[in-house]
């Protein structure tokens, strides 16, 4: 009764609200190993790759099979009566044994299957590791974004003060309009900078979704769940990337298979054979053609041998299988350079980034140094007197500049960061030591 009560004061706008905001669901903050985890479950390249790995192990276990008999069971009685003699005994069923003996181009065939399992193999590594590329930079600039929201916040806050002392001190003809014009259009530059650090704010959030499949209110940074990027040089133990690794493996596989389709040329091939016949004589006059009855029970069996001496099919299989070959190995070659060349320019980029960095943090620093000069100068004044030579008194206008200038340096600082994460995160990708990323995300 007391809760009808307020409700009906409440009104049924309020109160729809009121229930929207009970029934909404409440999210919290969602940590960085959570979102690669969830985009490397949810990845359509690693659902791809992972079905190209079980296809790989389908097509090595059939090559393992070849030399394992086969077991072929059929039966079927004639539809009319027979007449005449048919070429073949008749049978009511039959079952057949069948193996291979010995192929060398076999052989071949088999290890072309293992190095292709390993080529999926990587090729999945190479996918999954893409993923956590993608959503570990994405994570990472959301949450230098969020940072660089607070202090666009906090500038524009900064920006709408100085625009009120400078009407103030326009308007008592203490400074010119242009000066009044000047702090307007900070203010304007600094409103256009949150609303574009917003845009991409909600542009990245909206990348996590797509790669995790958690809703876009729920992508919530926790900054304490990044750990920082490990320090690698080009000159340390290089892997290769995944990708590398699968397209040498590949071409290794490919190679393989143009051998043994070039050794099935000349190279015979050995294959066991058992059969066993139930023989009838219902619906035929086969005895009529035999000076003894036909048994009932047959069985043989040998050692077929397939001596390959013209075969123009199977040749042009094979310089099509060589073409194959071919091509893969110039592949896997300029995957190989193209991850060289990519090393070079991330290596020059990082010495660079890195630098930049340093100077984006000192000015940083040079500016809080300076906002607090300003601050003490205002609060205690010059320390010189009122004399012709010292410098004039510091306005409020002056503390709102520093501060504006303060939290710019600030932004810059983090963006400087950021652009130095990113690229070492993809140095360690290139040089195939992105598991020592991802052990650092399960260890923070």
Do not use: C
Request: no cysteine; glycine share 4%; proline share 4%.
């Amino acid at each position: 009764m007391r809760i009808h009560r307020h409700a009906r004061r409440l009104g049924p706008g309020a109160l729809l609200t009121a229930l929207l905001a009970a029934a909404a669901p409440l999210y919290g903050q969602v940590s960085l190993i959570t979102v690669v985890d969830l985009a490397q479950r949810n990845s359509t390249p690693v659902r791809i790759a992972q079905a190209d790995v079980a296809k790989a192990t389908a097509i090595l276990a059939e090559n393992k099979n070849a030399v394992i008999p086969s077991l072929l069971f059929s039966t079927g009685l004639p539809a009319f009566p027979e007449t005449g003699f048919t070429g073949t005994p008749p049978s009511i069923w039959s079952a057949t044994v069948q193996s291979q003996v010995f192929s060398i181009p076999q052989k071949r065939y088999l290890d072309a299957a293992r190095f292709g399992l390993e080529a999926a193999a990587a090729s999945l590594k190479d996918a999954r590791e893409q993923v956590a590329l993608d959503a570990s930079s994405d994570y990472i600039e959301l949450d230098t974004v969020n940072q660089d929201l607070q202090a666009a916040h906090q500038q524009e806050d900064y920006a709408a003060r100085l625009v009120a002392i400078e009407q103030e001190r326009t308007e008592a003809g203490v400074d010119p309009y242009s000066a009044l014009l000047e702090a307007q259009l900070q203010a304007a530059q600094v409103k256009l900078r949150r609303q574009q650090l917003e845009a991409r704010a909600s542009t990245l959030a909206e990348q996590l979704t797509v790669l995790t499949g958690l809703p876009t209110e729920a992508i919530t940074t926790e900054h304490a769940s990044i750990p920082e990027v490990p320090q690698i040089k080009a000159d340390a133990s290089q892997r290769y990337a995944g990708g590398v690794d699968a397209a040498q493996m590949l071409a290794r596989s490919k190679q393989l298979v143009a051998k043994g389709d070039e050794e099935a040329n000349y190279m015979p091939q050995l294959s066991f054979i058992a059969q066993y016949n139930r023989n009838t004589t219902l619906l035929n006059d086969v005895n009529s053609f035999f000076a003894k009855s036909l048994p009932a029970n047959n069985f043989s069996s040998g050692i077929q041998i397939a001596v390959p001496l013209f075969d123009l099919v199977h040749r042009a299989k094979s310089h099509e299988t060589a073409a194959d070959a071919l091509r893969a190995t110039v592949e896997a070659e300029q995957a190989r350079k193209q991850n060289d060349i990519q090393i070079v320019q991330l290596t020059g980029s990082l010495r660079e980034l890195d630098t930049l960095a340093e100077i984006a943090s000192l000015k940083q620093q040079i500016a809080k140094e300076q906002l607090r000069s300003v601050l003490a100068q205002l609060e205690l004044g010059n320390g010189q007197g009122s004399s012709a030579e010292a410098p004039p008194q510091l306005s409020p206008k002056a503390e709102q500049l520093s501060r504006i200038d303060e939290r710019q340096k600030y932004q810059d600082s983090l963006d400087a960061g950021l652009d130095l994460a990113k690229a070492r995160l993809n140095l360690l990708r290139a040089l195939g030591h992105m598991q020592d990323w991802l052990n650092e995300l399960h260890g923070k």
